[in-house]
């Protein structure tokens, strides 16, 4: 991994807006497959795409992948989450 494809630490990555409507349906707990039918993605490329943002955050899991997205600011409280639904 090169230094430029993580953020530095406490900064949060630039996200593109396809990888943010990504991030939100993972953060809900969709598969990449049920991802990719809704945003019109294979799995593959929903594959690649997270596998982008685990790099760019600094994490290995989709759970991890969360958990940092929230806490720079990417994902909304779960309470307004559920307001919205």
Request: proline fraction near 6%; charge should be positive; hydrophobic fraction near 40%.
């Given at each position: 991994m090169?230094?430029?494809?993580q953020s530095?630490?406490?900064?949060a990555p630039?996200?593109s807006?396809?990888?943010?409507?990504?991030?939100?349906?993972?953060?809900?707990?969709?598969?990449?497959?049920?991802?990719?039918k809704r945003?019109?993605y294979?799995?593959?490329?929903?594959h690649t795409?997270?596998?982008?943002?685990y790099r760019k955050f600094?994490v290995?899991?989709?759970?991890?992948?969360v958990?940092r997205?929230?806490?720079?600011g990417?994902l909304?409280?779960?309470r307004?989450?559920?307001e919205a639904?």
């Amino acid at each position: 991994m090169t230094a430029s494809a993580q953020s530095a630490p406490g900064e949060a990555p630039r996200l593109s807006a396809p990888e943010r409507a990504v991030l939100g349906l993972v953060a809900e707990g969709l598969t990449n497959q049920d991802v990719g039918k809704r945003l019109y993605y294979t799995a593959a490329t929903v594959h690649t795409m997270l596998g982008r943002m685990y790099r760019k955050f600094g994490v290995r899991n989709r759970a991890a992948l969360v958990d940092r997205a929230w806490r720079h600011g990417y994902l909304p409280p779960l309470r307004d989450r559920q307001e919205a639904s």
